[in-house]
């Protein structure tokens, strides 16, 4: 999750707009994993798209997300998702310095 919070990449997205800073920040739990291994990993493969679509009803987040896919590489927008395993040792990691430390220390 770390290239998520890139404080110097934040500071040159700043001026994109609400949706495309949603893609840049946020991270989901694999992709295209079916209802079996969306229901394993609490539908966090949709995170993305429930972020940007919140009034949008869960059984249409699959078919968001295949959009959302395409319409942000005709962009060339990045969008971020990862295995399962990888983001639970990300978030690990996270835990294992306070997060405004880590912030505190990283600036100019």
């Not at 040159?12 to 079916?34: C, F, H, P, R």
């Not at 972020?51 to 249409?60: A, F, K, R």
């Not at 395409?70 to 969008?79: F, L, Q």
């Amino acid at each position: 999750q770390e290239e998520n919070w890139d404080m110097q990449e934040i500071k040159k997205t700043a001026k994109l707009g609400w949706a495309e800073m949603q893609l840049v920040t946020s991270s989901d739990i694999g992709y295209n994993y079916g209802f079996i291994g969306s229901m394993l990993c609490l539908w966090l493969n949709y995170h993305t798209v429930h972020h940007l679509l919140p009034t949008v009803d869960m059984s249409h987040h699959r078919e968001a997300q295949t959009i959302l896919d395409k319409v942000r590489k005709k962009h060339g927008v990045s969008y971020s998702y990862k295995s399962f395993w990888t983001m639970y040792w990300n978030m690990l990691e996270t835990f294992s310095i306070p997060r405004a430390f880590q912030v505190m220390t990283e600036r100019d």
